[in-house]
């Protein structure tokens, strides 16, 4: 990647440019996404094997990226944003970020003051922990805005790893008298959970409970032109990394309500306040692909409202 593509790099957050409109002139959508990932510029410049490689072995991430960053650049997930000839910005905080409010206050001064000023439409896109920022920047901000919320995590144990442990315990404990049980199942869950899990204060911002959440002002979003995309697990069929996602999730028990990673409950709590609101059939890591069409339908009406 470029350095020219860095379009911000400030403490809390890393704004990368993924897409230039063709349009130069008036009219254009100017599109900041993120899902929430932690990373830094030089794993951003890497290969994706040597991060792995670097990160993985280390339980103490402080100055480094998240593991397993999934790409947000393929095909079907750029196609919405082609197709309205948007210019999209992706956003990742950055491991010295001390919590999503931090991020929101130093987001808030550079979408307001340098962002807006280059685009006549805008809108703020967010997925999973980034559904988290962009909800509590609704607060914020001066004037109304666009908004999309993809499975926002307005609260799963997915927040804090100890959490995630004890429903993994549970799961055994409740498991272990039925047959068939395969040994090693817990241990091996917990290993993985341990390998993917960030430890960082953005993380702690999505548990349950968290101050973060609690203190959302989620009201905000009715004086927004503001979407809601809520989704749960697929049944029958589905790609094998959603059972896998699935049967983890189960694990859990968030699976049967929820997307594998929030409850539907819980995804479904800033519904009240939203314009319009969908349910999809996905698991958390693939709402935002399988969103895809209805990203673009949003991204159209305000192209053609303005």
């Known amino acids: 990647m470029s350095r020219d593509k860095i379009a911000w790099e400030g403490r809390n957050f890393i704004l990368v440019l993924e897409r230039k409109g063709r349009n130069s002139s008036k009219g254009k959508i100017g599109v900041i996404r993120s899902s929430g990932y932690t990373t830094t510029v030089k794993a951003l410049n890497e290969p994706w094997l040597l991060t792995q490689l670097k990160v993985l072995p280390f339980s103490n991430r402080s100055h480094l990226s998240d593991p397993f960053i999934l790409p947000q650049t393929t095909k079907d997930l750029m196609a ?45 896109i967010g997925h999973s922990k980034g559904g988290l920022l962009m909800a509590g920047m609704a607060s914020y901000l001066q004037e109304a805005t666009n908004i999309l919320l993809i499975a926002p995590t307005l609260g799963t144990p997915m927040g804090e790893e100890l959490a995630i442990r004890n429903l993994l315990q549970s799961y055994q404990n409740r498991q272990k008298n039925k047959k068939p049980f395969i040994k090693g199942e817990v241990a091996f869950l917990k290993l993985i959970t341990h390998m993917i899990f960030s430890r960082r204060p953005v993380d702690q911002d999505m548990a349950m409970g968290s101050k973060f959440v609690e203190q959302l002002e989620l009201q905000a979003l009715a004086r927004h032109n503001s979407m809601l995309i809520m989704a749960l697990c697929p049944e029958g069929d589905c790609s094998i990394g959603e059972k896998f996602f699935r049967y983890y999730g189960n694990c859990l028990q968030l699976s049967k309500f929820g997307d594998g990673m929030v409850e539907i409950e819980r995804q479904s709590l800033a519904a009240p306040y939203v314009q319009r609101r969908e349910i999809i059939s996905a698991t958390h890591p693939t709402v935002l692909k399988k969103a895809g069409v209805y990203i673009e339908d949003f991204l159209r009406d305000i192209k053609n409202n303005k």
Request: charged letters at 25%; a negative charge; glycine letters at 2%.
């Open 80 to 124: 919405p944003y082609e197709n309205t000839d948007s210019s999209v910005y992706n956003l990742f905080f950055t491991p010295e970020c001390k919590g999503i409010r931090d991020a929101a206050n130093e987001f808030l001064w550079f979408y307001e003051k340098i962002f807006c000023k280059d685009y006549e439409n805008t809108a703020l």
